[in-house]
């Protein structure tokens, strides 16, 4: 959006000037339908490359021996890469178990749209470890001063202070720059990435489908995203 004040001056001199073909200066209309465009692209760090993630990933099975309930939801954060305070406030009665899905209700969503997340086996392991320290309590991730309420924000960027991760590096919220970034390049449909990133649709074209949610799609994907963190984490970079 940087260009649009040149681009609109170009256009209303066109039509000034009664020049055929420019009659609509239409760089209004891209500011009003992609107004969000620019605080979507605020830039995160974030890791991006499979051998940067392989490292991450043995990293966060290292934490375990710090703290098994952070461990679980740095772990947790790569595999389902929600936004990290839809993370630390998910709770129990959001897991649908039969179904395989973490349902978010929409008071909880920045988007205030309910959402639904597949998981992986690998993300079902999270859950049913986490099960045996706070499957008693309200929240998956509880504070451990109270647990009446969630895990602190500082708690998982502190985590990943204390792997070695600078600021610059990686950051909680960077677990959705390195799947989306991973996915995009691995070829993956731009809706299933977009819908599973809980991102609201640039136009009403987009905002028509969204009731179909994509499930099988990013069921399929959502899987595929936590084989490669595992495989990455083993050691078998192949790409």
Not at 21 to 32: A, Q, S
Not at 110 to 137: C, F, N, W, Y
Not at 150 to 160: F, Q, R, Y
Not at 216 to 226: I, K, V
Request: aromatic content about 8%; overall charge positive.
């Amino acid at each position: 959006m940087a260009h649009t004040p040149c681009i609109s001056q170009i256009l209303r001199y066109a039509i000034d000037q009664e020049i055929p073909g420019v009659e609509v200066d239409w760089t209004k209309l891209v500011h009003r339908q992609y107004a969000n465009l620019a605080l979507r692209e605020k830039h995160r760090a974030a890791i991006t490359t499979p051998k940067e993630i392989a490292g991450l990933m043995r990293a966060i099975d290292a934490y375990r021996d710090s703290s098994q309930l952070t461990h679980l939801a740095l772990k947790f954060s790569a595999l389902t890469f929600c936004r990290p305070g839809e993370i630390r406030r998910a709770e129990w009665d959001e897991i649908d178990w039969e179904n395989k899905l973490w349902r978010i209700p929409a008071e909880k969503m920045k988007m205030r749209q309910a959402h639904l997340v597949p998981l992986a086996k690998q993300a079902l392991d999270v859950l049913r470890e986490l099960q045996t320290i706070s499957g008693h309590t309200r929240y998956l991730f509880p504070s451990i001063r109270s647990a009446e309420r969630p895990m602190s924000e500082a708690t998982v960027n502190g985590a990943i202070r204390r792997m070695g991760y600078e600021k610059h590096q990686m950051c909680a919220h960077g677990f959705r720059g390195m799947a989306s970034s991973i996915l995009n390049e691995k070829g993956f449909n731009r809706d299933w990435i977009e819908r599973q990133l809980a991102h609201a649709p640039l136009d009403k074209v987009r905002a028509a489908y969204l009731h179909t949610e994509f499930l099988e799609g990013r069921c399929e994907m959502m899987q595929t995203w936590a084989d490669m963190l595992e495989t990455w984490r083993n050691g078998q970079i192949l790409s």
